[in-house]
C-alpha cells in the first residue's frame, strides 16, 4: 500500500487531527526497514520531571513573592530550565500573570464566600449613604491567606 493510500485512510477516519502525509511516509519508511513497535522510542536530552517536592517549593516561593518573573524564579531552583519553570506554575499551581501578579486561575470556596460578603457590606453600605473603608477588608483577607491581598 502507498504511503498516500494511508494517509487518506488516516484523513478519513481521523479528520483534521491526522498526521501529515510526510510524517506518514516517514512511517512507512521505518516499518520498511524492520520496525515493529509504533510508540516512540526514548531519546536524549533532559529529562522531563516534575515531583511533589518541587511543586511545593515553587508554590512557596510564588506565595513569598507574587510579582516574581521567571527568570528570577530560576535563579532559585537553577537545575530546572524557564520552560519547566513556568509550566509548573500556570499548569501545576494553576497560577496566571495578571497585571505583573501571579494569581490563582480559581478561586476557593472560601475565596468565593469572602468576595460575597466584601460586596453584601459595600452594597449595604452605599445603600445608606455610608462611607466604605477598604482597610478592615484588606486585613481580614489576608489573615485568612486569601490569594488577592494588596
Known sequence: MLPSEIHHQICQVH??????????RKWVRMFNEGRENVHDEARSGRPFFVNDDLVCNANERVRDDRRFTISYMSLHFPQISRILLYDIVSSHLG???????????????EHKKTACC????????????????????????????APYHT
Open 95 to 109: 497560577y496566571r500573570k495578571v497585571c505583573a501578579r501571579w494569581v490563582p486561575k480559581m478561586l476557593t470556596d
Open 118 to 145: 466584601v460586596c453584601s457590606d459595600i452594597s449595604d453600605a452605599l445603600s445608606q449613604g455610608r462611607r466604605w473603608h477598604v482597610e478592615p477588608y484588606c486585613d481580614r483577607r489576608r489573615d485568612m491567606g
Open 15 to 24: 479528520g483534521d487531527n491526522a498526521m501529515s502525509e510526510g510524517m506518514v
